[in-house]
């Protein structure tokens, strides 16, 4: 098992920017994967960004607007989300899938309004 703890969510406005960052209570092997889902109210919770190995993979809605990273000697996974846009509100969930587990945070909520 691996603890998940998701930290930087909030309120910001329209065409701001936020950074998430999750820690993981062990060390993970970049061949795992490691990375975020969302969940809007009354939507199933949605990839939005992972990376395994050193490859990226993101959800074409945020694709140009969220980077996600990860610091192996940290044991942490980062999101920064430029240009954020109402729609990105939702709970956003730390995950990984380690030696055939699913891991989830208990998520951070992100809220983009003016």
């Known amino acids: 098992q691996v603890q998940l703890v998701e930290s930087g969510g909030g309120l910001v406005q329209p065409g701001g920017s936020l950074r998430l960052s999750c820690a993981a209570s062990r060390i993970i092997s970049s061949i795992y994967i490691m990375g975020w889902y969302r969940q809007a109210p009354g939507k199933q919770r949605e990839l939005v960004a992972s990376v395994t190995s050193g490859i990226t993979n993101y959800a074409d809605s945020v694709k140009g607007r969220f980077t996600i990273s990860r610091d192996n000697a940290r044991n942490t996974v980062n999101l920064q989300m430029n240009s954020l846009k109402p729609e990105d509100t939702a709970v956003y969930y730390c995950?990984?899938?380690?030696?055939?587990?699913?891991?989830w945070g208990q998520g951070t909520q992100v809220t983009v309004s003016s």
């Open positions: 995950h990984t899938f380690y030696l055939g587990v699913n891991n």
